[in-house]
């Protein structure tokens, strides 16, 4: 039987394609094909999921990645990555670097700053709304796209005038099926990113750049290229996927009124478990986490051999029925394990604190503002991105 290929058609932006649940069900792995056409297994249940992505046996480089199965034509995770001799050693030395600039502490001291980034895109919301009473105004274009573009520019210290360069050069590296695109998108992001180095090496800032320009002193090896490529991939994985977590967040809100109207009610005291909820219930789409097999694996009788790659598909691990009491329902209030929304493991991502951050902040100060927020269209009307990287949203069309 021919293996299925990713990605599966899904009934609505915020379900799952049902294919998950019966591959859940027939088997704890499943082989499937990538968007580009190469075999990989696809982990849709919990616990393997969970056991897999902390298992050092698997990584992001490849023993032989000329041979390594390729995810898609992106240019960003389409198939392996890093050195496979020194890929442990090297991700954690990033993560020193990286860790201060994204601790729960930064975060809380960057929390006033992005309440008031979040209330100039909400005073655009309205200004859009005046200048065309009784039109839908768009979401995503006025909140769920620029507050991570401000946020992570802020943070990394990339000039904000440069806002619709990223927005360009993001949307065509992220195209899995348009490969020369998605390269030249990259070979610009990477020599901007480079040039920016230097503007930080001759004047260094309070930002993650001019961290990791400085650590060069302590790790020659660490090359502009490498400054180059971490940055790329922060600043599209820090506004692209949060941006899509705003979107499908607002609609889960807004699909039943009395949702809306308990968020409404009491939005401080609830964020924090509604985000929680959002974070689990929620799937921008995309392909997930992909890792390689660095030696035979055998998990729940089934052998993965070196070399081979995996999916994790962690919004269906993530309703999984055997982790989570009615999966399928958005229940705020719900008291069971963990979800792996951010991964898991030593690869868990390391801009959670930072996307908890922005979603504890926007949900609030937008249904504050707008507390009789509905949606302009049908939920059945809008749409997943499904030839992007990280799935995300094109537009979410509210009114008040």
């Known amino acids: 039987m021919t293996a299925p290929q990713l990605p599966f058609d899904r009934p609505n932006v915020l379900d799952l394609a049902p294919r998950y649940a019966v591959l859940r069900r027939q088997a704890p792995l499943t082989q499937v094909r990538t968007p580009a056409g190469d075999p990989a297994w696809l982990v849709t249940r919990y616990a393997e999921a969970r056991t897999l992505l902390g298992d050092p046996r698997l990584g992001r480089s490849h023993p032989a990645p000329e041979t390594a199965s390729k995810i898609s034509h992106a240019a960003l995770n389409s198939g392996p990555t890093g050195d496979y001799d020194t890929e442990a050693a090297d991700h954690q030395r990033l993560r020193r670097l990286l860790a201060p600039a994204f601790s729960a502490k930064r975060m809380r001291a960057l929390g006033d700053h992005i309440r008031e980034l979040t209330e100039g895109c909400l005073n655009a919301m309205q200004a859009a709304h ?29 000039p904000y005038e440069d806002r619709d360069f990223f927005r360009g050069l993001s949307d065509r590296i992220g195209r899995i099926n348009e490969g020369d695109v998605a390269r030249t998108a990259m070979d610009e992001f990477m020599a901007y990113t480079s040039k920016l180095a230097d503007t930080k090496r001759a004047r260094p800032a309070e930002d993650v750049i001019s961290d990791l320009v400085l650590a060069q002193r302590d790790f020659p090896t660490f090359t502009d290229q490498d400054i180059a490529r971490l940055v790329t991939g922060l600043i599209f994985a820090g506004h692209e996927t949060t941006a899509g977590r705003i979107g499908l967040g607002v609609l889960l809100l807004l699909s039943d009124v009395a949702r809306r109207d308990a968020f409404v009610a009491d939005p401080d005291g609830r964020v924090e478990s509604t985000v929680e909820e959002i974070l689990r219930r929620t799937s921008p789409g995309g392909l997930g986490l992909v890792r390689y097999a660095h030696e035979d694996i055998t998990v729940s009788g089934q052998t993965l051999h070196a070399g081979d790659a995996l999916i994790f598909a962690l919004g269906a691990a993530n309703q999984d029925p055997d982790a989570f009491t009615d999966p399928e329902q958005f229940d705020p209030a719900r008291d069971s394990h963990p979800h792996l929304a951010f991964g898991h493991g030593a690869h868990f991502c390391i801009g959670a604190n930072l996307a908890r951050t922005e979603l504890r902040t926007v949900f609030p100060a937008l249904f504050r503002r707008f507390p009789r927020l509905r949606l302009a269209v049908d939920i059945e009307d809008i749409a997943v991105r499904t030839d992007r990287l990280t799935g995300g949203l094109n537009e979410v069309p509210v009114t008040w």
């Open 130 to 158: 005046d200048r065309s009473p009784g039109e839908p105004v768009d979401l995503h274009e006025h909140l769920a796209f620029p507050l991570p573009v401000l946020v992570i520019c802020e943070l990394l210290g990339v």
